[in-house]
């Protein structure tokens, strides 16, 4: 594999439970401004649009991306005509209507909290209104965004149990939970993925991973080039990027976390691919029933990205890897 930007044939394909995807699929939020900058529509549908044409078919979004459903919005406009060719997944409860209570999640974010709902009374207005901003008659796969520390966590799947049972979502998901949490909604209704922060600096929790498998439900990790970090090509954070709010970016720590990846990178360009495509090849390494969402607004790098399931590991690599990363503590804690 040389560190082509466009895949050699057709992605290879996964499963989440009863879906199936390509390998690696798109995370939308980068997409929406306020996230790494400004993004005008424009070059956002032109990045979403490189990521089908490349044979992305999950894409990944949610209620509370961009300002008032924005994200959802632009991935219905940009995908008008081509809805069948993908599988659309967004999240709830991190929008909230006027009126409705905020109830506080602790985060690891430098602002430490957010404000979520997943109150059942609330998740089919929550529904309705994101298969009006996506321009569909369907959500592939719905999750709650976050646990709500005031609700059963069972109520939630429950009301949306109620969305599959009238055709308005296909496919049930959870994001952000434990192992005990997955257990335990799966008991209430079968849950097809599991989404959860998963690279090479912000490793899975191992018991929600063997509960996964155990129930033969689907891993989608969000961030797995670790907010861009992974790449080697983030310099100084700038306005309106949301990794300001993270401590793993202040200028002491990516310095230190810098110099701490420098072997992956020194792995990847012994290989001929990029450090990108080394860390999703590594995480798709991990477990057969993983689908990554990178994000990107540049089409050249989506391609590149999406070329890394076409990257085989050989065993030596493979526990290289493993030794260098078992070594290198990252600098700036956990952001859940």
Known sequence: MTNSHRPPGPLPVRRLGGLQVSALGFGAMVLSPGVYGEVDDARAERALLAAVDAGATLIDSSDGYGADGHNERLIGRALRGRRDEVVIATKFGFRLPDGVEPHPFPVGYAFGELAVNADPKHVRGYAEASLRELGTDRIDLYYPHFPDPQVPLEDTVGAVALLIEAGLVRHL????????????????HPVSAVQTEWSMWRHADEELLAVARELGVGVVAWSPLGAGFLTGKVGTVGDGDFRQHMPRFDAANHRANNDRF????????????????????????????????????????IEENLAAAHVRLTPDVRARLTAVLAGTEVAGGTLL
């Open 262 to 301: 420098a072997p992956v990178r020194g792995i990847a360009a012994e290989l001929g691919i990029s450090p990108a495509q080394l860390a999703l090849a590594w995480l798709l390494d991990q477990d057969e029933h993983v689908v990554p969402i990178p994000g990107s607004r540049t089409p050249a790098h």
């Open 173 to 188: 998901g959870l994001s952000n939970v434990t192992a005990g949490q997955l257990r335990a909604a799966h008991a209430v």
